[in-house]
């Protein structure tokens, strides 16, 4: 065997190095990322360290789901993708519920997380925290990825942006290997190595058939209807959108998050004569929503006997006749299909028959007169219409704080009872229904914006995320939260059907003060009993511009199961004990 040669080539003096933990930091920075939300643990701990030493603003959270979820919102809010970063498996894994929620919901998101030797992973042979996070992040999210090598991070990160940011938005999960970071190159091979993803969503313009097509839909409609989802709102293409439905002159419905892309109070505005236009309208035109459960699949008995014809505007083809025939796909994203449609609909665009938009206005202003005194009441213990009643109007005074919402009743009554004024304020628990996005999401809010937030909780939901309010207190973040303290889940009022000492499953501990959570941490606590209380502590905490939480005490008995949608909820055939 020939002796092995001494290395004769390299003379040359080595240039500085750079590591994975600079490399990674670098290529988000060059991509614009500047918040990351994260837990610290082995082996990211040095890497949260070294994002804050860098400029980022790196906020840590109590929980990696929250942190999760306040990802996932930042990249809806911003159209950038929101990143999370956490430890090995189960900081991973506690990551994962947010990464697949921000996929649902389509808001990009990179869940980042570290993880452990993949030689002892591969061959189980029990490193710390092992698992093997690749293989179950994949079928969670929209596209996962591994990065081995301390080049190849430039490439895994603009993979991982674009990948969550083009066509439909979602979650992406990047694995980063503890080695990695410590891995080392030349500073200058690192520096050019870095990849700047331009255009990472890039327009997808409609086809001219397709939009011609709308328009002869659009066009033959007696009873159109416009519905604008979460889609619409992401896109950012408020001033299109607006004049698209003005310019149409048809009624138009906001799903949940999309209140307030118009304002609520606007006169085309169905949102208060919704099983109206559902039922009557024979032309609807979706713009960002899905035809899925929140829709009743665009079926049944909430849409009436006649059939409709559909015109779908999504970036996803694979959206169109996912639940019924669409007459007239139009697939792109919603700004250049919005201008298409304008474009396309001239200057002599006619409204729709009068009957069908005087029909509508009726309907509506019927059922809001109908509402008014209920939301006047002065009720002790407030009802939920006493409560919001004084909410709504605290959040018209205030048009660019951010409303997060969650629970049942807590989140039905107020999503029908306050209006939004302006896009992307409301923030809920989208299209799984998820308890736990509270504080994550009034975080994110908070930093992303710089805008106030208000937080409208069930004590349930609140209890999800509610340790999270320590981390509100200690980034001294505007948010205040007004638990709706029934004490329990829908009701407080169930007993234990067997008559033993356990309380029902449904009920909490009574005359509970979560206001007394947030002055552990330093921030301001109330209490408030009635709509009057309601307003002076709500009203005291948002000037104030801190932490605070309001204890609100609502009648036990108020609410109703599973607020709005109880009907979902599967009947036994045997009766019950
Ligand atoms: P909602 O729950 O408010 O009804 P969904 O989450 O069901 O809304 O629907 C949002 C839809 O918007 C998704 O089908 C998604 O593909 C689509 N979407 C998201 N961003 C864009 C965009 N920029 N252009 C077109 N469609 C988009
Ligand atoms: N777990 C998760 C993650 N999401 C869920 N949606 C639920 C459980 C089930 N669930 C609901 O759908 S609403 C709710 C739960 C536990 C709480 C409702 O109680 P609340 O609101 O106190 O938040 P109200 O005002 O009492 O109805
Ligand atoms: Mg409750």
Redesign the pocket.
Known sequence: MPDIAPDTETHEEAGPLTDGFHLLIDALKLNEVENVYMVPGIPVTDLGRMMQSEGMRVLSFRHEQHAGYAAAIAGYLTKKPGVCLTVSAPGFLNGLTALAHATTNCYPMILMSGSSEREIIDLMQGDYEEMDQLAIAKPLCKAAFRINHAEDIGIGVARAIRAALSGRPGGVYLDIPGALLGQTMDAAAGEKSLVKVIDPAPAQLPGPNAVTRALNVLKNAERPLIILGKGAAYAQADDAIKALVEKSGMPYLPMSMAKGLLPDDHPQSAGAARSLVLKESDTVMLIGARLNWLLSHGKGKQWGSEPKKFIHIDIEPKEMDSNIEIAAPLVGDIGSCVHALLDGMGDDWAHPPASWVDAVKTKRDTNVERMAPKLQNNNVPMDYHGALGVLKGIVADRPDAILVN??????DFARSIIDMHKPRKRLD?GTW????IGMGQAIAAAVETDNPVLCI??????G?SGMEIETICRYKLPVCVVV?N?S????GTDVNPSGGDDVATTVFVKDARYDKMMEAFGGLGFIATSPDELKRAVNEAMDAGRPALVNAV?DEQA?TE??RIGNLNPQSVVAQK
């Open positions: 969650e629970g049942a009743n807590t989140l628990v229904g998820v308890m736990g909780e069930g004590d349930s939901a609140f999800f709706f029934n329990g889940i829908y009701r609502i609410g599973s607020g």
